[in-house]
């Protein structure tokens, strides 16, 4: 965690605990089997899981519940956790790899969803699976009621290709866009860009050039979102959003961790997903354009997406985590 992250996470009154980081090289005991992504905890999930335990031992207590959510960590992990809290809910979407737990938590859609943890959880474990559980913030279900599946030409687009977006393919749909014929570029165009954007400069000058208005790491979005008659954005927790508010997207793939996610939801409709290169400015404004021409196509977009999650998923998670013997239907 970077110190800015941890600055944001106390300053929401969160108690923070930070644990020691080990090198590799002081690691000692048994080689364990490794993960897709080992590489992501620096650590062996045995000396995680025994700095976890020391710190709640010593410093918190024993809690109901815990929450796990990494994709460097499964059963080695969470065996010895499970022994120092009344419960755990792990937090995944990759299904690949085995866990110990009371509850699992996917909010993604997949096609046959149901099937994918058969095997990797224990048969007593809660499955709480797809966007009706997407942890999303309240002010989606609020903005939920004040907007309709979009209907007609878009005069307002939101690009948003997340709060890092390291290799800049917001500046390559910028570009893309302003190539697609202009009676199809939209009167309001809406950037969005997290603070530590590398080209945040160039974008600030371009959208100045065409009047587009360009927010910084803003707290707006679910208002823009409500706003827009259409999107072009990436995957993961943004795709719910969109969809709780019924907004069609044109969604790049950015992860590889995003891919099955818009194969299954272009298949079933409620996103635009074909397989392009978003890094290619020809052909994001090949996309575009089919996009911004097709307004029957985004109209079903957006009558689809708005059917498959009302943007209610975090209490519902809340209300199961504080009666878990009401199981969620």
Not at 110 to 136: K, S, W
Not at 165 to 186: C, H, M
Not at 228 to 234: E, L, P, R, S, T
């Amino acid at each position: 965690m970077t110190p800015a992250l941890a600055d944001l996470v106390a300053s929401h009154g969160v108690d923070l605990h930070r644990l020691p980081q080990t090198a590799p090289k002081e690691q000692t005991g048994p080689i364990e089997p490794a993960l897709h992504h080992t590489q992501w905890l620096n650590m062996s999930q045995t000396t995680d899981a025994e700095q976890t335990c020391r710190v709640i031992e010593q410093e918190i207590g024993k809690p109901d519940w815990m929450v796990v959510d990494h994709y460097a960590l499964d059963r080695q992990w969470e065996v010895p956790v499970s022994g120092i809290c009344s419960k755990l809910l792990v937090i995944d979407d990759l299904a690949d790899r085995t866990h110990v737990c009371d509850g699992l938590l996917d909010q993604n859609y997949y096609r046959h969803m149901e099937q994918r943890y058969c095997g990797l959880v224990p048969e007593n474990c809660i499955t709480l699976l797809g966007p009706d559980f997407a942890l999303l913030r309240d002010e989606f279900s609020a903005l939920r009621s004040r907007v309709t599946p979009r209907r007609g030409p878009v005069h307002r687009l939101l690009v948003f290709l997340g709060g890092a977006d390291t290799q800049n393919a917001t500046g390559t749909a910028l570009e893309a866009l302003v190539r697609v014929p202009s009676q199809l570029i939209p009167e309001k165009v809406d950037v969005v860009i997290g603070a530590k954007h590398p080209e945040a400069a160039a974008l600030t000058r371009l959208c100045d050039k065409h009047s587009w208005q360009l927010h910084v790491q803003t707290n707006e979005i679910a208002t823009l979102m409500a706003a827009a008659d259409a999107a072009y954005g990436a995957g993961g927790t943004a795709t719910w959003e969109r969809c709780a508010l019924g907004l069609p997207a044109l969604v790049a793939v950015l992860a590889d961790n995003q891919r099955q996610l818009a194969e299954d939801g272009h298949a079933a409709g409620f996103l635009q997903a074909p397989t392009f290169d978003p890094f290619d400015i020809n052909a994001v404004q090949e996309q575009f354009t089919g996009f911004l021409e097709e307004t029957a196509r985004r109209e079903e977009i957006s009558r689809q997406a708005f059917r498959l999650t009302n943007g209610r998923g975090a209490a519902e998670v809340l209300g199961w985590l504080e009666n878990p013997g009401k199981v969620p239907s």
